[in-house]
């Protein structure tokens, strides 16, 4: 929800770019996650879509170093939410790396 309110002071124009992306990227993370846990009968799957959520965690980052880039978001705030977008990808990379802890 923090890239959503970051993204309400985006210029207008924007609008059909740049913050409709960061928000797509940033909700698929959490999506893939969900879908990822109701696949965890099925290790394959279930790293399948962990793999498809490391993806838009690693393009939300990218859309947020355009955002610092193009002055949208001061750096203290870009350092914030890289580093959670950080804590992310290592929680998501261990359970692709163990699945069977996470599997029925």
Not at 16 to 27: G, H, K, V
Not at 61 to 76: A, G, M, Q
Not at 93 to 101: A, D, Q, V, W
């Amino acid at each position: 929800m923090e890239i959503f309110e970051v993204t309400k002071s985006f210029p207008k124009e924007e609008t059909y770019s740049l913050t409709d992306q960061i928000r797509r990227s940033s909700r698929s993370v959490s999506a893939c996650i969900a879908e990822a846990w109701a696949k965890r009968r099925y290790l394959r799957s279930f790293v399948s879509k962990l793999t498809d959520s490391l993806g838009e965690e690693h393009e939300t980052e990218d859309w947020l170093d355009y955002s610092y880039d193009c002055k949208y978001i001061p750096e203290e705030k870009h350092v914030h939410l890289l580093k959670e977008y950080d804590e992310i990808r290592r929680m998501l990379i261990s359970m692709i790396n163990s699945p069977e802890k996470w599997c029925k």
